[in-house]
């Protein structure tokens, strides 16, 4: 709360989600992958392939959350809704886990 308050600009609350990248040896290896992720609950997942022929997967979570808190220093929400979206960041972060 206290930086808040010194803050001059805009201010966002951001939890990122798990990323987890894997090489793989053949495609059909990260197509293997990439569905257990997505069985899983990891719909973010992803393949990609490099100009050198290098297979990167992906398994991304969803489990995002992006919210402004202040704009040109103002804050535009109260300390309780802080202490409540700091609550389900920490929720989220177990999911991660």
């Avoid at 992720?37 to 100009?51: E, H, L, Q, W, Y």
């Avoid at 297979?55 to 809704?81: D, F, Q």
Wanted: glycine share 8%; proline share 2%; hydrophobic share 40%.
């Amino acid at each position: 709360m206290t930086a808040l308050e010194k803050a001059t600009g805009d201010v966002v609350f951001k939890f990122e989600p798990f990323v987890l990248h894997v090489l793989c040896q053949e495609l059909q290896d990260a197509q293997l992958l990439h569905s257990l992720a997505v069985d899983s609950g990891f719909r973010n997942s992803g393949i990609t392939v490099g100009r050198g022929g290098k297979i990167t997967m992906a398994v991304r979570s969803t489990h995002c959350l992006e919210v402004p808190l202040s704009h040109k220093g103002r804050l535009m929400v109260s300390e309780e809704y802080i202490e409540f979206l700091v609550h389900i960041a920490n929720q989220k972060m177990e999911e991660n886990i």
